[in-house]
């Protein structure tokens, strides 16, 4: 079982930045992915950002060229830098570690979540 620790989140003017952090402890396999999921009011939820141990990235198309995704492997943690931050971004941010085990064999494992909120 993995575990996974989330730390950063908070209280931000528009336009400010934010670095979320999290780390997976436990067994981690070493084919996984880890990324960041959000939720606003009145909204799905909905994939920020994630990241592979090769590097690749995906984000989604509202956070692009604002949020920058990285990962320590050594660490077993990732890290989402949010630049520019909006009140459109206010969310529960929940971290994600999805574990491959083989094609068609995988599995999700998610933080509590942290609150980050953006004034306008």
């Known amino acids: 079982q993995v575990q996974l620790v989330e730390s950063g989140g908070g209280l931000v003017q528009a336009g400010g930045s934010l670095r979320l952090s999290c780390v997976a402890s436990?067994?981690?396999?070493?084919?996984?992915?880890m990324g960041w999921y959000r939720q606003a009011p009145g909204k799905q939820r909905e994939l920020v950002a994630a990241i592979t141990i090769s590097g690749a990235t995906n984000y989604a198309y509202s956070v692009k060229g604002r949020f920058t995704i990285s990962r320590d492997n050594a660490k077993n943690t990732v890290y989402l830098q949010m630049n520019s931050l909006k009140p459109e971004d206010t969310a529960v941010y929940t971290c994600?570690?999805?574990?491959?085990?083989?094609?068609?064999?995988?599995?999700?494992?998610w933080g509590q979540g942290t609150q980050v909120t953006v004034s306008s």
């Open positions: 436990g067994n981690p396999f070493s084919l996984n992915v």
């Open positions: 994600n570690f999805h574990q491959i085990y083989g094609v068609g064999n995988e599995h999700d494992y």
